[in-house]
């Protein structure tokens, strides 16, 4: 059985020019002049700032405007009590902690993770965007909020 073609098929030996398809051309052009997609990773100064700024609207009363545990409620109810302070996330207790850890206490609050009682959820109020941002807010506080930051190499007090 012979395979007819409805084109003419070039005779072997001659050399021919293929020209290329201008729609194609045109397409490739413009995905050339296109900028890159953007990673889906969330630049970590932008998700930092998100959540300082959920912090102060939703954590600061307990937890302070600076994540050190001195928020006003903390005068006003924690010390009359003599109940459980909140943490102090300038300390660093959750930089190494999974962001999926404070994810489930933001969630779903302290109590139901062994932590103070009046820690309350925040799992029907805030999307899950923003409680990522601030988990991530919280693991990274020390490094702007600590009050006596560590030495860097090289710089550390000798004694003599």
């Keep these: 059985m012979e395979c007819r073609r409805s084109w003419p098929l070039p ?25 890159p997609i953007a990673s889906a990773q969330p630049d970590a100064e932008a998700q930092f700032k998100r959540g300082e700024k959920l912090f102060a609207a939703y954590c600061a009363r307990c937890h302070g405007k600076n994540a050190d545990a001195e928020g006003r409620m903390v005068k006003r109810l924690y010390r009359k009590l003599k109940t459980q302070l909140p943490n102090n996330f300038t300390l660093g207790i959750y930089a190494n902690r999974p962001a999926e850890y404070l994810h489930k206490i933001i969630t779903n609050g ?31 506080a020390p490094e702007k909020y600590a009050r006596h930051a560590a ?9 003599t």
């Design 11 to 35: 005779s072997p030996g001659k050399s021919e020019r293929v020209m290329p398809n201008p729609r194609i051309l045109i397409l490739a052009l413009l995905l050339s002049a296109t900028p």
């Design 151 to 159: 030495p860097q190499p090289g710089q550390e007090k000798s004694i």
């Design 110 to 140: 302290g109590e139901n993770h062994s932590m103070s009682k009046y820690m309350p959820p925040f799992g029907e109020e805030l999307s899950t965007e923003n409680i990522d941002d601030l988990a991530h807010f919280i693991k990274k």
